[in-house]
């Protein structure tokens, strides 16, 4: 289960920051949210915007998390062969017995989960950083 996890801890990092960015940059421009995204010191805008990247790093990263489960959780037969014989085999064999959707079971406590953590996180990194570097930091 180390590959998986690796590859889910990579697309959910990478998702949460570029998204982010991305986002944080468009409503900066737009000014729905005050000149440069300054209104109320730019919380709201990285209220939104972290949120927004919470859904999608949770959209991307949760097919990973159900392999890296299910290989983590996998009973060794009694002739000794594994159930899966890597994260492609498990993802295949999920998807053929229980439907694509399957990759997506567990998203709402997942996205439950992820959301606060996500805001808070990064939201304090931005803040910290422009406190002390006077440059965002996303």
């Known amino acids: 289960g180390a590959a998986p996890t690796v590859v889910r801890a990579t697309l959910l990092s990478a998702c949460q920051m570029g998204v982010t960015s991305e986002i944080k940059t468009k409503l900066s421009k737009s000014g729905i949210f005050g000149p440069g995204g300054s ?15 919470s859904f999608v790093a949770n959209v991307v990263a949760n097919p990973f998390d159900v392999v890296k489960s299910r290989m983590q ?20 064999k999920s ?7 399957v990759l997506w079971s567990g998203f709402t406590p997942a996205f439950v989960k992820l959301a606060p953590y996500t805001v808070i996180s990064l939201t304090l990194v931005d803040k910290l950083t422009k406190a002390l570097t006077g440059k965002d930091a996303l």
Do not use: H, K, W
């Not at 209104?39 to 990247?53: I, N, Q, R, V």
């Not at 959780?73 to 295949?92: E, F, K, L, W």
């Not at 998807?95 to 959707?101: A, F």
């Open 95 to 101: 998807v053929r017995n229980e439907g694509v959707l």
């Open 73 to 92: 959780n996998m009973q060794i037969r009694p002739d000794g062969t594994a159930m899966y014989s890597g994260m492609v085999d498990c993802a295949i």
């Open 39 to 53: 209104m109320f010191y730019g919380l709201p805008m990285m209220f939104c915007s972290t949120l927004c990247s």
